[in-house]
């Protein structure tokens, strides 16, 4: 089995933010594989679907992003998983708009959410994919950027 947990934040005023980047990408996973209606599981909305046989859970936790870990983590307990099998889907201001990046291990590098993460896994071999939401283009700061659409 395998995990994709998409961070974001609930509330329909976060539904279109940079910082909901991993939630849109994961509703773009739940639309293509038509996944149906999620049930509310590990502190998230989950879905799953197969793939060559392979079972993927994914989850859009519900906890605000900087407490991620703890429905991730609630998942990975439950489901008896190992960190390796979870795939973490996040906004990320170091990169340019619109491009991915793909690691198996490291720091969160700032980013609350992973870090929360990191943090539940006790380890930084977590598996995380990137997607680049730009740098804040003017003074108003990171958190005004990574929070508006």
């Known amino acids: 089995m395998k995990i994709v947990a998409g961070l974001g934040n609930p509330g329909p005023e976060y539904v279109f933010s940079r910082h909901n980047a991993g939630w849109l990408a994961v509703d773009h996973l739940v639309n ?7 049930r509310m599981q590990f502190s998230s909305m989950v879905w799953s ?9 994914i989850l ?3 906890t605000y992003m900087n407490l991620s870990g703890k429905a991730v983590g609630e998942a990975v307990d439950y489901l008896s998983a190992d960190w390796e099998d979870v795939l973490v889907v996040y906004d990320d201001v170091a990169l340019p708009f619109g491009k991915l990046r793909m690691r198996s291990k490291g720091s969160a590098g700032g980013h609350k959410g992973l870090l929360s993460i990191l943090g539940r896994a006790g380890t930084l071999e977590v598996p995380r994919l990137r997607i680049g939401v730009g740098a804040a ?10 929070l508006g659409n």
């Open 32 to 38: 293509r594989f038509s996944c149906g209606t999620p």
């Open 49 to 57: 679907f197969f793939v060559n046989g392979e079972k993927i859970l």
């Open 60 to 62: 859009k936790p519900l």
């Open 137 to 146: 283009p003017d003074a108003r700061g990171i958190v005004s950027w990574v």
